[in-house]
T-cell receptor
């Protein structure tokens, strides 16, 4: 049972344009959501997070939107840069799950110069 | 402040052997979690240790075990290795492992290949 899903395995955008990565979840107990970026041969690097009491969180070029009624979140990167090319993972945790993170399958973002 | 470190970075073992992986968390972090990443299953939670006690466990067989020492360093052991255990094993640390609103920081991982 995949509780966190990233339906797009890959996404390709032009440098300077917006990248939108999507994530859906099914578990209503999730109340904290995170995005991680992963380069080959490295561990995931924390990017940005959002609590279920908010619907938007910004950090520089990165913005995460949360739609609780649709159980959907998205990560917007504006403007996209070639260095953003990586695999992006959406992850979720809940009050009852402690530190356990449930991850999506990841989306490979390629930003073309 | 140094990040999460994992040793070794790469390992090759044969079926039936056992393996021990090590993780040193960020200084001051007391929670250590382990994840397995495979192409087919993505990142799967193995277990979490806090103050030398296993506090949370994922859906993995008993061949996967771990422990945590008083300095918060953690080890993960896999016994009777199977081909399907080939994966990237990631360790993550956080201050208290409180879940919501507490970010976990990952190490570079140990790439295990079972032949």
């Amino acid at each position: 049972d995949q509780q966190v899903k990233q339906n797009s395995p890959s996404l390709s955008v032009q440098e300077g344009r917006i990248s939108i990565l999507n994530c859906d979840y099914t578990n209503s107990m999730f109340d904290y959501f995170l995005w991680y970026k992963k380069y080959p041969a490295e561990g995931p690097t924390f990017l940005i997070s959002i609590s279920s009491i908010k619907d938007k969180n910004e950090d520089g070029r990165f913005t995460v939107f949360l739609n609780k009624s649709a159980k959907h979140l998205s990560l917007h990167i504006v403007p996209s840069q070639p260095g953003d090319s990586a695999v992006y993972f959406c992850a979720a945790s809940g009050y009852t799950s402690g530190s356990r993170l449930t991850f999506g399958e990841g989306t490979q973002l390629t930003v073309n110069p | 402040k140094a990040g999460v470190t994992q040793t070794p970075r790469y390992l090759i073992k044969t079926r039936g052997q056992q393996v021990t992986l090590s993780c040193s968390p960020i200084s001051g972090h007391r929670s250590v979690s382990w994840y397995q990443q495979t192409p087919g299953q993505g990142l799967q939670f193995l277990f979490e240790y806090f103050s030398e006690t296993q506090r949370n466990k994922g859906n993995f067989p008993g061949r996967f075990s771990g422990r945590q020492f008083s300095n918060s360093r953690s080890e993960m052991n896999v016994s009777t290795l199977e081909l399907g255990d080939s994966a990237l094993y990631l360790c993550a640390s956080s201050l208290m492992g409180g879940g919501a609103l507490e970010t976990q920081y990952f190490g570079p991982g140990t790439r295990l290949l079972v032949l």
